[in-house]
């Protein structure tokens, strides 16, 4: 049975395997602290009792510690805390923590994934299936989300963590064939300051491949003879097949058909075409890339 009662901060502990999602960012904290102060605290903490007097913080970390915040900067009125007392397990402290963590409204698919694996990792589950039912999602979902950090490159888990890529773009990555270009997409985010719909358009260059390329390759092709220009606007379609892509030559009748392939053969035997195609592998830094043969 749950009972209301305010506890000094002192009396807090909060577990190694407390389920954190969300990094303890000294500006947010600053900000709850200010809305805390003016209207108080307007949800408890939960915690549960664990002997002699001591509890552990089930949910509520950034109230907890806004308030030991107020409790430094405006003395012993903030030194305890309102919280609701229940009693349960560590195994039924993790649980709970997963499911606040899943019906709330503010964490984004990356925080979520990050709450499942943290779960999973405490050893209280037996299977993906264990959780997901706790959650209401599908195991290969939970595998999915938890398989994120041994897909992802470290370097992208760091900038996911602390925000200098949006978590909305973990999509983009996800969907990225490999390492390789996931870590080109971040540099390009990172680089050149991208915004979603660039991101977007960034990630479908790296996963669309087209030749020894991608379809990047077509882009500056393009570039290089106008004619091209009609054909990536309207007759030439690239679709991802997920493993691999397809190129879709569209034509009106049958001497279009003949001006298309020509016009391709023109361009895949100019010289034009052979040197951007070795100066793309060049930037993509692939050695052992096939070079087109000569006229």
């Given at each position: 049975?749950?009972?209301?009662?305010?506890?000094?901060?002192?009396a807090?502990t909060?577990s190694k395997?407390?389920?954190r999602?969300?990094?303890?960012?000294?500006k947010a904290?600053?900000k709850l602290?200010?809305?805390i102060l003016?209207?108080?605290?307007l949800?408890?903490i939960?915690?549960?009792?664990?002997?002699?007097?001591r509890?552990?913080?089930v949910?509520g970390e950034?109230?907890?510690?806004a308030f030991?915040?107020l409790y430094?900067?405006?003395?012993?009125?903030w030194?305890?805390?309102?919280?609701?007392?229940?009693?349960?397990?560590?195994?039924?402290?993790v649980?709970?923590?997963?499911?606040?963590?899943e019906n709330?409204?503010?964490?984004?698919?990356?925080?979520?994934a990050?709450?499942y694996k943290?779960a999973?990792?405490?050893g209280?589950f037996q299977?993906y299936r264990?959780?997901?039912?706790l959650?209401g999602?599908s195991?290969?979902t939970i595998s999915?989300?938890?398989g994120?950090?041994?897909?992802?490159p470290p370097a992208?888990?760091?900038?996911?963590?602390?925000?200098s890529?949006?978590q909305?773009?973990?999509?983009?990555?996800?969907r990225?064939?490999?390492?390789?270009?996931?870590?080109?997409?971040?540099?390009a985010?990172?680089?050149e300051?991208?915004?979603s719909?660039?991101v977007?358009e960034?990630?479908n260059r790296?996963?669309e491949k087209w030749?020894s390329?991608?379809?990047?390759?077509?882009?500056?092709?393009?570039g290089k003879?106008?004619?091209i220009?009609e054909?990536l606007?309207?007759?030439?379609?690239?679709?991802d097949?997920?493993?691999?892509?397809?190129?879709?030559?569209?034509?009106?009748?049958?001497t279009?058909?003949r001006e298309?392939?020509?016009?391709l053969?023109v361009?895949m035997?100019?010289g034009?075409?052979r040197?951007?195609?070795?100066q793309?592998h060049k930037?993509?830094?692939d050695a052992?890339?096939?070079?087109?043969k000569?006229?």
């Amino acid at each position: 049975m749950a009972t209301l009662k305010n506890i000094e901060l002192d009396a807090i502990t909060i577990s190694k395997d407390h389920i954190r999602v969300q990094s303890l960012d000294p500006k947010a904290l600053e900000k709850l602290s200010a809305s805390i102060l003016s209207y108080g605290l307007l949800v408890r903490i939960i915690v549960r009792p664990v002997g002699e007097g001591r509890y552990e913080l089930v949910d509520g970390e950034r109230r907890y510690f806004a308030f030991r915040s107020l409790y430094e900067k405006e003395g012993r009125k903030w030194i305890a805390i309102p919280a609701i007392v229940e009693e349960m397990t560590p195994q039924e402290s993790v649980r709970r923590q997963v499911a606040i963590n899943e019906n709330r409204q503010d964490l984004t698919p990356f925080e979520k994934a990050k709450g499942y694996k943290l779960a999973w990792e405490t050893g209280y589950f037996q299977s993906y299936r264990e959780l997901a039912s706790l959650v209401g999602k599908s195991h290969t979902t939970i595998s999915r989300s938890i398989g994120i950090f041994k897909k992802f490159p470290p370097a992208i888990i760091a900038g996911f963590e602390k925000g200098s890529i949006k978590q909305a773009y973990l999509e983009s990555f996800y969907r990225l064939p490999d390492r390789k270009a996931m870590l080109a997409l971040y540099r390009a985010i990172i680089r050149e300051d991208l915004k979603s719909a660039q991101v977007r358009e960034r990630a479908n260059r790296l996963d669309e491949k087209w030749l020894s390329g991608d379809r990047e390759l077509l882009i500056e092709l393009a570039g290089k003879d106008p004619r091209i220009k009609e054909l990536l606007g309207s007759e030439i379609k690239i679709s991802d097949l997920v493993n691999k892509s397809k190129l879709t030559v569209v034509y009106t009748n049958l001497t279009r058909a003949r001006e298309l392939v020509n016009l391709l053969h023109v361009l895949m035997e100019s010289g034009a075409y052979r040197t951007t195609l070795t100066q793309y592998h060049k930037n993509q830094g692939d050695a052992t890339a096939p070079r087109p043969k000569s006229a």
